[in-house]
């Protein structure tokens, strides 16, 4: 890998940031994990047969289905037998499959578990985390989204670092009385982050803040203050052209959402979408 590499040739967690175009917390996080972890695991046991709850999972008609398990219980294992059954049993072209996690090591072991159950073509099976399939969606449609083919991606202190530089350009009237910003403005980008996990705009978020106002003048004058210093991070990534980690979920969600016709070619190509831990 690029992080195994790195380490090898005593690269800086910087300059693989930069060479990549990721954020320099990921970067170090890679480095470490290329160094500290071992390179070899021991191979994975083939895929075991299936209990007949996994199997009548597996093989269920439903449009929709839920797995709903404690740890440990085989739903990983159950999600390659539907793998397995479509393709093998139902004739579904692997390259119409997308599989979902949340982390890399749940997709890294995924594409590993595909491999070892011997299913044909298995490499045409998209398998990936969310965030990561958000990002391949921005990249195919960044014009759409004006961007560059290849977006940066803002970390949270890339985040509070852009808005401690606009400060001077906002009119703000409770964060005014604080001397330095870097005390409160984590706290405001971790907020920007829970509304963009909702789908609140910026717009939405200051029409509500107006339209409900609060008794109390100094938490109506701080919420007034978050409106605007959200508007003002929105537009300073889209000055930037970059996007942040929310956005690489939010805004292809908002997007397929609104305008699901104008992205049919991605979306018609994958008919069966299987989502583990999430």
């Known amino acids: 890998s690029q992080a195994y590499a790195a380490s090898r040739n005593r690269l800086r967690p910087s300059d693989l940031a930069k060479r990549l175009g990721i954020p320099l917390e990921f970067a170090r996080q890679q480095v470490l994990d290329a160094v500290l972890l071992p390179s070899n695991e021991a191979p994975r046991a083939p895929l075991s047969p299936p209990s007949s709850d996994q199997l009548a999972a597996a093989r269920t008609n439903a449009r929709a289905a839920n797995v709903i398990a404690g740890p440990g219980t085989g739903k990983t294992s159950t999600l390659i037998h539907r793998i397995k059954y479509l393709v093998e049993e139902e004739g579904v072209d692997p390259g119409q499959i997308l599989v979902l996690t949340f982390n890399n090591k749940a997709a890294f072991e995924l594409v590993e578990r595909l491999r070892v159950a011997g299913i044909e073509n298995a490499a045409d099976i998209w398998a990936g985390t969310f965030h990561a399939f958000g990002l391949e969606f921005l990249r195919k449609y960044h014009d759409r989204f004006s961007l560059e ?109 609104e305008r699901r016709g104008i992205f049919s070619d991605l979306t018609d190509r994958f008919q069966h979408v299987l989502v583990d831990e999430y």
Do not use: N
Request: proline share 6%; charged share 30%.
């Open 149 to 257: 083919e290849d977006p940066r991606v803002a970390d949270a202190l890339t985040s509070i670092t852009m808005l401690a530089a606009a400060l001077p350009q906002l009119e703000l009237r409770h964060y005014l009385r604080v001397e330095d910003p870097y005390d409160w403005l984590p706290s405001i980008v971790d907020g920007i982050k829970r509304l963009k996990e909702e789908l609140v705009s910026p717009s939405s978020y200051r029409a509500y803040v107006l339209e409900h106002p609060e008794h109390d003048a100094e938490i109506q004058c701080r919420r007034v203050d978050m409106a605007s210093l959200y508007e003002a991070h929105e537009d300073l990534l889209r000055q930037r052209k970059m996007v942040d980690f929310v956005d690489l979920i939010a805004r292809p969600a908002q997007a397929l959402k």
